[in-house]
């Protein structure tokens, strides 16, 4: 039986998919070796950038079957071990430390 790999996914590249990228449609579509899970944090960046209800709608239904993966305390107390460490010398952002933190 052959292992899936799981894939976090990140809101720059469901973006990119929503816009038609042929690449990224290719790969998270057609490849049936992985798995894909989106954070939280991701989804809300998703529905705050949409336009609409419409937009809104469209983008729930694409990513229905995706994995969702939930802030909880253990996630939220690496967040901010990260932040500690990184934050002045990445210049990331409090969600990328999410996203990070999410990935473990």
């Known amino acids: 039986m052959e292992t899936k790999l799981t894939y976090l996914v ?8 929503l816009r038609g990228n042929e690449s990224i ?7 049936h070796n992985i798995n894909m899970s989106m954070s939280t944090v ?3 960046e998703l529905m705050l950038g949409a336009f609409n209800k419409r937009e809104r709608n469209y983008i729930q239904k694409a990513f229905k079957n995706i994995n969702i993966i939930y802030i909880n305390e253990e996630i939220s107390k690496m ?10 010398s990445h210049n990331l952002q409090v969600d990328d430390f999410f996203f990070l933190s999410n990935s473990r």
């Open 42 to 44: 991701t989804m809300m």
């Open 79 to 88: 967040a901010e071990e990260l932040i500690i460490k990184y934050t002045k």
């Open 10 to 17: 990140d809101t720059c590249i469901l973006i990119d998919y």
């Open 25 to 31: 449609y290719n790969f998270l579509v057609n490849n």
